[in-house]
């Protein structure tokens, strides 16, 4: 098993295309995550956490920690889609594994855009 994990980290390092929007994404998300926690503020009441169109209430209020969801999903979202294109460029597709890099950073970016205005809203209830 270790042999296949270099050999596959040998494989990935050869692409310096692929390699590098790894690393652009893994820089990324953790840019992103320090930026989102840096921005909740601790609040003694409930706050603003999420908000939809459906339902009776549109604004959902919990505690201020579950705030931290959104960092911790940018983690997950970063290195699940990194493990995968190093899967898909492993079984000759990296064509498809530079798409779902580049995807990811557009997800990120959406991501970014959402929880910011979220965390916006729970600063001011």
């Not at 596959?8 to 840019?31: E, F, K, Y």
């Not at 009441?45 to 209430?57: E, F, K, L, N, W």
Request: hydrophobic content about 60%; proline content about 1%; glycine content about 4%.
């Amino acid at each position: 098993m270790n042999d296949t994990i270099k050999k596959s980290l040998r494989t990935i390092a050869a692409d310096r295309g692929l390699t590098g929007l790894i690393v652009v994404n893994l820089i990324a998300v953790v840019i992103i995550a320090v930026f989102l926690v840096v921005a909740i503020k601790p609040n003694e009441s409930q706050v603003i956490t999420r908000y939809t169109a459906y339902g009776v209430a549109n604004f959902y209020r919990s505690y201020w920690y579950d705030l931290f969801s959104y960092a911790v999903l940018a983690i997950i979202m970063a290195i699940g889609h990194s493990v995968l294109s190093v899967k898909l460029a492993l079984a000759k597709r990296r064509d498809l594994a530079m798409f779902v890099l580049c995807l990811t950073l557009g997800l990120l970016i959406i991501l970014v855009i959402f929880a910011w205005s979220i965390i916006k809203i729970a600063s001011l209830g």
